[in-house]
């Protein structure tokens, strides 16, 4: 510090004196003070014109590199070590940049010029680090934001495999090229892109995840779509044209035609019936197809394979006719029936119907399975609207032939119970034969509401013919006339004025029933509920009862047990009357006249309970 300020004081002394020296040389000392300059003897130093200073600003901004963050700028190696390139930036220092970011240009030399980031301004050692991974980083996102911006073509490197496509290095960023987007018809083999260099264009940035999408389809569609054009004005129908296998679905096959995407549906295949589209062509197969149909801009057209063939119905031979039995395959089965391939290509229907003498009808599924080989009988054949039915029952005698000697009315025998109607019941007496029980024929005694309270499907039950319909093909049958009916017994044992002993069942709104045995249910009216104490009967209790109505027919059966005392009361009144009349002819008394008059009462009140 006494050394800069002795310096200072040294150049402050010289410059005073320089200033006394011009002073003495000037003679004027009004002139001498309006040319006096004040800042050079002020700062002790002489001032700079403003010319040079201008030069100088213009030679430092040529030379040196004002070293901001993240900004690129050119650099000249001017060095190469083993592990390091040394830049000169035209900065203070020379900067270093390691070997490892040239890796991908393994020919860099001296004098090479490269673009680097500032890194670090100064290290510990005060050196200038830079970086050209990060330089080209930036670049590379400016040249990809300009490409997309301006749908210029970019060259990338495909450089691997990835889920759902290809990772493509475009100006070193790595991009994704989906599947999709690699050409316009499907890809099967992605490795064969692999290590490729390919144009693209960038179709979509991502800029807060710093992801790429690139599509090399989209440089071609332009193509194609001309092409497209110019074979979408030709298409005709009927027109066969060639085309190549470009997918196959479920439901058809996409035909590529140059272009141009057609669809074969699976139905127009083959005449034959087939179960996947498979079966007929394969990938990238050449095949000539026929236009069939196409919408109004013809952006979709409906091909046809089949019909480059002649139709199977017009090579059936004539030797086929009604009544003849023919031999097939089981195709397709439905619940209505089964189709069956005669020929190839030629189908004919076995209806459900068809299959059984049964009037039972069933599922097709129950008598064939796909792939079967069977034989029918050709029932209808109609050539012009390629339509035949064919039956299988017809290959067995019809049960009903000799119905009449097989089962007379009257004659009993056991059938399996095969369905249920809320009226009745299905019984198979053999196979074709099914015979209807109403359900007021199952049971003597029961009263059934549903046959599913009687019986079960599966169960063999003994029947009797009741009546049988030839022509109708109709057989009703009976279960309860197998056995006695028991009622006719009943009618004696419950006669009308018979007494029983029984307990109240159930008491219901108008009365309660009373279970006489097992066949034998009784009713009895409230009226006649009455106790001789005046008290209603409950259930569970046990007394006697008096048979006031019997039906056979309707198996109604009405029971009282008030009759029974009552009818005890009109017995001791008819008594005293005789006694009262067998006497000495005494007159009435009014004691008389109200017994009278309360026997006639009992008497009238019985008869109307009945």
Known sequence: MAEEKAKVEVEETTATAEVKEEVTTQQDPKEFLESFDWDKYEEGIEKVDDSKLSEFEKLVEENFVDTADEEVVKGKVVHMTDREAIIDINAKSEGVISLNEFRYNPDLKVGDKVEVLIDIREDKTGQLVLSHRKARTIMAWDRVNAAHDKEEIVTGFVKCRTKGGMIVDVFGIEAFLPGSQIDVKPIRDYDQYVGKTMEFKVVKINHEFKNVVVSHKALIEADIEEQKKEIIGQLEKGQVLEGIVKNVTSYGVFIDLGGVDGLIHITDLSWSRINHPNEVVELDQKLNVVILDFDDNKSRIQLGLKQLEKHPWDALGDEIKIGDKVKGKVVVIADYGAFIEVAEGVEGLIHVSEMSWSTHLRSAQDFVKVGDEIEAVVLTLDREDRKMSLGIKQLTP?????????????SKHKGIVRNFTNFGVFVEMEEGIDGL????????????????????????????????????????LGHKQTTENPWDKYSKEFAEGTVHKAAIAEVVDKGATVNFNEDIVGFVPSRHMEKEDGKKLVKGEEVDFKIIEFNKDFKRVVASHTAIFRE?????????????????????????????LQALKDKMEADSKK
């Open 398 to 410: 019809d049960p009903w032939t000799d119905i009449t000697s097989k089962y007379p009315v009257g």
């Open 437 to 476: 029980i109403y359900i007021s024929d199952l049971s003597w005694t029961k009263k059934i509401k549903h046959p599913s309270e009687f019986v079960t499907v599966g169960d063999t039950l003994e029947v009797e013919v009741l009546e049988l319909d030839v022509e109708g093909r109709k057989l009703s």
């Open 568 to 596: 005890q009361e009109e017995r001791n009144v008819r008594s005293a009357k005789k006694r009262s009349t067998s006497s000495d002819e005494a007159a009435p008394t009014l004691g008389d006249a109200n017994a009278q």
